[in-house]
T-cell receptor, first 111, second 111 residues
């Protein structure tokens, strides 16, 4: 089955700087990679996703890049703001049981 | 549009007591349904998934069970709760092995 590794586990950046979270996956047949944001005490919310026929996707201040050859994908957040503080999860297709999630990255935006 | 509900929102139960958590989805038919558990500050552990009525697959051995009596209803149960069952229980729905959308969750504390 799919194995998804996510780094770093904690990331602290100054407000206004950029943040990058990286994930690697094991199954070369995986073709869908979503990112979720979970604020404290709330449900994970889908923020952006990418499919394997695309190398990059942007939505305002967030972007995701995919390198199929190296089997890794990354989340980029530019001009970080306090409301970006949360735990971010990457995921890949895990087979019949759906998504396999990374262990999460706690993003801290320092004022 | 689709909506996913979970109840109760919070629950405090003594060790050894039974458990029943309910999840319902509106606005779609024949969804894939998932139960996850999230320990404090930890990642998402897939417990069960279902691709149809009466079809349940378990990801980890435990004292929990799941049932899907109706197309858009998913129930998580236990006959006797353990302290280690405490956590944030999230139900999710999805189409095929693609994007999953999470419910608001049930925070369970076993004392």
């Amino acid at each position: 089955g799919e194995n998804v590794e996510q780094h770093p586990s904690t990331l602290s950046v100054q407000e206004g700087d950029s943040a990058v979270i990286k994930c690697t996956y094991s199954d070369s047949a995986s073709n869908y990679f979503p990112w979720y944001k979970q604020e404290l005490g709330k449900r994970p919310q889908l923020i952006i996703d990418i499919r394997s026929n695309v190398g990059e996707k942007k939505d305002q201040r967030i972007a995701v890049t995919l390198n199929k050859t190296a089997k890794h994908f990354s989340l980029h957040i530019t001009e970080t703001q306090p409301e970006d503080s949360a735990v971010y999860f990457c995921a890949g297709i895990g087979g019949a049981d759906g998504l396999t999630f990374g262990k999460g990255t706690h993003l801290i935006i320092q004022p | 549009s689709q909506t996913i509900h979970q109840w109760p929102a919070t629950l405090v139960q003594p060790v050894g007591s039974p458990l029943s958590l309910e999840c319902t989805v509106e606005g779609t038919s024949n969804p894939n349904l998932y139960w996850y558990r999230q320990a404090a500050g930890r990642g998402l552990q897939l417990l069960f998934y279902s691709v149809g009525i009466g079809q349940i697959s378990s990801e980890v051995p435990q004292n929990l069970s799941a049932s899907r009596p109706q197309d858009r209803q998913f129930i998580l149960s236990s006959k006797k709760l353990l302290l280690s069952d405490s956590g944030f229980y999230l139900c999710a729905w999805g189409r095929g092995t693609d994007t999953q959308y999470f419910g608001p969750g049930t925070r369970l504390t076993v004392l």
